[in-house]
Each structure stands twice: as C-alpha cells, then as structure tokens.
C-alpha cells in the first residue's frame, strides 16, 4: 500500500515519545542506583532521542500543509506544534548538557522528566487531532489530496518535493500565527473561559 506525505508523521512520531522518556528513566535509574552502564545508556539516547524529534517535527510540518483543519482542530495543531518546538529545543539541551558530563545532575533529571511530560501531552494533542476532529482521516475530509501524493506511486521525488514545499509553507504558517499571537490557543482558550465570569 502506497504512502501520503501526511502518514510518515504518525509512522514515526512513536520513535521521540519512547526514546525521550528512555533517556530519562536510564539516567534516573541509573544515578538513583548508581549504575554507570545506564547512565551511559543514558547519555547516549538522548541524542538519538533529540533527532527523532527533529525528524518527526520536520514530517509534522509537511503533515501540516497536507491536511485541513478546522476551529478545534486548527487550535489544537497549533498547540501541537508550538510544544513540539518547544520539545525541540529542550531535547538538543538535554542532549548537549548530556553530551559533557559523566553523570546526569539533578537539573538534568527534573528537564529530562518535564521533557518525558512534554512528548506525552503532546502526542495526546496529535491522537486528539486525529481521532476526535478526523485531521488527516480521508473519510472525514480531512485531507488535501493535491498536497498528499502517495509513495512510490507518484514517485519518491514528487512527494520529497511536495514534503519539502509543505515544510516551507508550514514554517511560513508557523511564523504568521506566532506573529498573530497564536502559540498555544487550546490553553488560551481555556484560561480565557475560567477567567469569564458566570452567567445570571
């Protein structure tokens, strides 16, 4: 069966929500017991852990301009997206502060562990997208067939141009919704309806 642009995200998106938190726990477990093998498991996961982050953010941007969304959803791939860069930027932390030194300070830990967090909620936002809004399910409109070629049957190099394309036009998106003051609209949303005073 035939690959879209739009797949390749939710195929490897289990890669950043295992390895982080694996990461985490065998530097945790390790210091707690004072085992330097796991620690060294450790250190050396976290950056495979940060590049599987960086790869499945990139596919998330090409996944972004193949599929529609709409109010809800939009705010919660926006919310989804903004934690992942934010994922980004904390996973090549970790994984530079890792890199030179031996043991993982408590510091370290208490990231690695909000880190852990992060990925979680934020591929609960990514199944949200998908199982309650149907972002990305093609019986439920939710597809941009012109920005979604399949692989191989359109070719590898229409949808490596089309993902790349897709990539563009989501930083592109990115940016304008940061500009507009659009981060984290799910979280916004809420607290601007606890903050409404009630009714009567």
Do not use: W
């Amino acid at each position: 069966m035939p690959m879209c642009v739009q797949e390749v995200h939710p195929a490897i998106a289990h890669f950043p929500v295992a390895l982080l938190p694996t990461a985490v726990a065998a530097d945790l477990i390790g210091r707690l017991t004072d085992n330097n093998a796991l620690m060294e498991v450790g250190r050396q996961l976290m950056p495979v852990a940060a590049a599987s982050v960086a790869a499945t953010g990139i596919a998330g941007f090409a996944a972004q301009e193949a599929v529609r969304t709409r109010d809800v959803s939009h705010d919660l791939l926006v919310t989804h997206r903004t934690l992942n860069i934010g994922l980004l930027a904390l996973s090549v932390g970790l994984a530079a502060v890792r890199a030179r030194s031996r043991r993982p300070s408590a510091g370290y830990l208490l990231a690695g562990l909000a880190g852990a967090a992060l990925v979680t909620y934020s591929g609960y936002l990514g199944g949200r997208m998908v199982y309650a809004h149907g972002v990305g399910v093609d019986p439920a409109d939710g597809v941009e067939h012109e920005r979604a070629p399949e692989m191989p049957r359109n070719g590898f190099r229409r949808a490596a141009r089309t993902a790349a394309d897709n990539v563009g036009q989501a930083l592109r998106h990115t940016a304008h919704d940061t500009a507009e003051g659009k981060i984290t609209p799910r979280f916004q949303e809420r607290a601007s309806t606890r903050s409404e005073p009630a009714a009567g």
